[in-house]
């Protein structure tokens, strides 16, 4: 049995106490699940799928309850204390995640926020947080291609854009000029590989590009024409955030929609405006 503090595990109930249940934790022996957490319903010798982190007695326990961040994983979390020797993080649980002093960039204030990552403390055993996050990602040559969808935190701002952790593993960055959203630090988003450089370095993007893209909008935009009436009043020169608000898509590909309708026939561009043809009716 590979026991795994700081992450889920699915364990066996081995009996009923008062005060909760104990689970089997193999080498570990047995495992509490206080009474607070017991399900409404279950049998002894069913497998319960569990969080285990340290008590405040530093004793292994078992929790039904999802923290914000699973050991291996980066979160952007809320400082709720402070004191000599380091910071006290809310990550969803009882007992506060401890980030020692050694391990901020700068000292961290209380009701700020965070980008951490949760880490396993080989010595004491521990699950302790890092904001010295560049030290936890991949320094592989990243096995993305072009296009490849991935799950994306955003990290923070930099001159060009704004950095993100890729898939919990790899550093990329997003172009402000390639935004046409709201994006801020703690965002968890869907993105697609720009390109992946020669130097490793990845570049991303929040919309896949392509002829197929442009194809699907062009039906939706073309929908959305008919559902309002026969026309709109966006057109090549509307804002792009107006766009991106409406239809969620970048202006470049608005626009390429719109030159796929009009080749079409399908609808007519007026000053202001876009109108149904008589084809498309």
Not at 5 to 18: A, H, T
Not at 26 to 49: A, D, H, K, Q
Not at 118 to 132: C, F, H, P, Q, T
Request: proline share 3%; charged share 30%; glycine share 8%.
């Amino acid at each position: 049995m590979n026991i795994q503090l700081g992450r889920f595990n699915i364990l066996e109930i081995v009996k009923e106490v008062d005060f909760g249940l104990y689970l089997d934790g193999g080498e570990y022996g047995e495992i509490l699940l206080p009474l607070r957490y017991v399900p409404e319903e279950f049998e002894i010798g069913e497998m319960l799928n569990v969080f285990l982190y340290l008590d405040m007695d530093e004793r292994m326990v078992a929790t039904t309850l999802t923290p914000y961040v699973q050991v291996g994983g980066f979160a952007y979390l809320e400082v709720s204390w402070i004191n000599e020797f380091g910071a006290f993080l809310d990550w969803g649980l009882m007992k506060d995640l401890f980030v020692p002093f050694r391990e901020q960039k700068r000292d961290m204030e209380v009701g700020e926020k965070y980008i951490v990552y949760a880490d396993l403390d080989e010595e004491s055993y521990r699950i302790v947080g890092s904001a010295k996050i560049e030290k936890f990602l991949s320094k592989e040559f990243p096995p993305y291609a072009e296009g490849d969808e991935v799950d994306i935190l955003i990290w923070q701002k930099s001159d060009l854009g704004f950095k993100a952790i890729i898939n919990d593993q790899f550093s990329g960055l997003l172009y402000d000029n390639e935004i046409f959203q709201p994006v801020y630090t703690g965002m968890r988003l869907k993105a697609f590989i720009k390109q992946v450089r020669e130097d490793g370095k990845i570049d991303l993007i929040l919309q896949q590009g392509g002829h197929q893209t442009v194809l699907d909008f062009s039906n939706s935009l073309l929908s959305y024409i008919k559902d309002n009436g026969g026309q709109t009043s966006f057109h090549d020169r509307s804002d792009a955030e107006e766009i991106y608000s409406v239809f969620g898509v970048s202006k470049k590909v608005f626009k390429k929609a719109i030159g796929d309708l009009y080749k079409r026939r399908l609808i007519t561009l007026e000053p202001g405006k876009l109108v149904l043809s008589d084809n498309s009716k």
